[in-house]
């Protein structure tokens, strides 16, 4: 079962950039979870991301630090990755994630390239 859905990616040149959107279908509000978005490229472990608490505060890693950008739309029940100044390793399968204790959500996954 599908529990949350990803969209927004596709192919991209160096240097560009793309935003992702997740969405809950069902009864899963975000507004009560600890988003976040991870990558897995081919070949490598699943990495995170972004995070974003329901109060709003965000953690990056290094790897991504000042290029991508995580947000949340409680009215919209929705959260985004914008991501900018995208570079070939940031190509990866990216999940969204939803977390709250023992409870976790995960999207299906939606594809990013980064290619010249």
């Known amino acids: 079962q599908v529990q949350l859905v990803e969209s927004g990616g596709g192919l991209v040149q160096p240097g560009g950039s793309l935003r992702l959107s997740c969405a809950a279908p069902?009864?899963?509000?975000?507004?009560?979870?600890?988003m976040g978005w991870y990558r897995q490229a081919p070949g490598k472990q699943r990495e995170l991301v972004a995070t974003?608490?329901?109060?709003?505060?965000?953690n990056y890693p290094d790897s991504v630090k000042g290029r991508f950008t995580i947000s949340r739309d409680n009215a919209k029940n929705t959260v985004s990755l914008e991501m900018n100044s995208l570079k070939l390793e940031d190509t990866a399968v990216y999940y969204c994630?939803?977390?709250?204790?023992?409870?976790?959500?995960w999207g299906q996954g939606t594809q990013v390239t980064v290619s010249v």
């Open positions: 069902g009864t899963i509000f975000m507004r009560l979870y600890v």
């Open positions: 994630n939803a977390a709250r204790g023992t409870y976790e959500y």
């Open positions: 974003i608490s329901s109060g709003g505060n965000t």
